[in-house]
């Protein structure tokens, strides 16, 4: 069974950082797309940054360039969204989702994900 568990929201002030994790279980871990998205009230879900297991490559949103960083511990089967210099436009319910790499053709369309987590909420005070 595929399981995606999401953790590390809450809240922060603007200019803090926080660490958001996404554990993967039910995958081979090393051959995967995992993609973390954002909805905030009354707006659509947006791509925010994913990362393939397989060759470690990455994308961000230019929202995020430069202040958040994906990586990937396969030991753990955990990959994680570092977000610095919060805004308080990054306040949202952050999702990862996940799916074969080789299926992913776009990464940064939650159309390409078939696997989803909870989501977790950050929110950032100004």
């Known amino acids: 069974e595929v399981q995606l568990v999401e953790s590390g929201g809450g809240l922060v002030q603007a200019g803090g950082s926080l660490r958001l994790s996404c554990a993967a279980s039910?995958?081979?871990?090393?051959?995967?797309?995992i993609g973390w998205f954002r909805q905030a009230p009354g707006k659509e879900r947006e791509g925010v940054s994913c990362?393939?297991?397989?060759?470690?490559?990455?994308y961000y949103a230019d929202s995020v360039k430069g202040r958040f960083t994906i990586s990937s511990d396969n030991a753990k089967n955990t990959v994680y969204l570092q977000m610095n210099s919060l805004k308080p436009e990054d306040t949202a319910v952050y999702y990862c989702?996940?799916?074969?790499?080789?299926?992913?053709?776009?990464?940064?369309?939650?159309?390409?994900?078939?696997?989803w987590g909870q989501g977790t909420q950050v929110t950032v005070s100004s």
């Open positions: 989702a996940a799916e074969e790499a080789h299926r992913v053709v776009v990464p940064y369309s939650e159309y390409e994900y078939d696997y």
């Open positions: 990362i393939s297991t397989s060759d470690g490559k990455t």
């Open positions: 039910g995958f081979t871990f090393d051959d995967i797309a």
